[in-house]
């Protein structure tokens, strides 16, 4: 069975721009989060949605905004793009809505410029 | 929301050493979760733990919850180059809104061949 998928695996923007990043669950899975990452720290947490609704958001700004669609998949949409936003963006899947355990795509690195 | 404090922040040594590391808080965790992650690539969940004074074996990794559920650690015996990465322990927040993994800042574990 396929893992969790993201695409794309990298991605080079220019600040103000937009971006809108995929993920696709492991089979089964209704649970998607995502997580921020940047160089040398943990993962923090973004958005969760289970069954296509928003059911956490973690402490990010407006500008962050996810959805989730009836195959499960989801996309997370970051606007007007700051150069504080480069980093790596990971998409987790669980089954449940409380996500005891996650397993996680490769992630997308995002380059601001 | 909790804090994870994970010491130390960087590890090198030889391969054939013995390690722990340490993941602490003043809070009760009704679990906690361990992850390895390697470099471009998403966190592996490694395992949780559940029970107050658990310990778990994952082959040479030894896993313990501490009795008062506000502390873990994660020993490595005879560490071996593949070993290394960035090893996170987190918790699963659920409630207020933001459901999702919190995680410490990790520990970056390098063994030299």
């Known amino acids: 069975d396929a893992g969790v998928t993201q695409s794309p695996t990298h991605l080079i923007k220019t600040r103000g721009q937009q971006v809108t990043l995929r993920c696709s669950p492991i089979s089964g899975h209704k649970s998607v989060s995502w997580y921020q990452q940047v160089l040398g720290q943990g993962p923090q947490f973004i958005f969760q949605y289970y069954e296509k609704e928003e059911r956490g958001r973690g402490n990010f700004p407006d500008r962050f905004s996810a959805r989730q669609f009836p195959n499960y998949s989801s996309e997370l949409n970051v606007n007007a793009l700051l150069l504080g936003d480069s980093a790596l963006y990971l998409c987790?899947?669980?089954?449940?809505?409380?996500?005891?355990?996650?397993?996680f795509g490769q992630g997308t690195r995002l380059t601001v410029v | 929301t909790q804090l994870l404090e994970q010491s130390p922040q960087f590890l090198s040594i030889q391969e054939g050493e013995n390690l722990t590391v340490y993941c602490n808080s003043s809070s009760v965790f009704s679990s906690l979760q361990w992850y390895r992650q390697e470099p471009g690539e998403g966190p592996v969940l490694l395992v949780t733990?559940?029970?107050?004074?658990e310990v778990k074996k994952l082959k040479r990794l030894t896993f313990q919850f501490g009795d008062a559920r506000k502390d873990s650690s994660l020993h490595i015996t005879a560490a071996q180059p593949g070993d290394t990465g960035l090893y996170l322990c987190a918790y699963s927040y659920s409630g207020g809104g933001a459901d999702g993994l919190t995680f410490g800042k990790g520990t970056h574990l390098i063994i030299q061949p």
């Open positions: 733990v559940v029970t107050g004074g």
């Open positions: 987790a899947s669980s089954l449940g809505s409380v996500v005891n355990e996650a397993f």
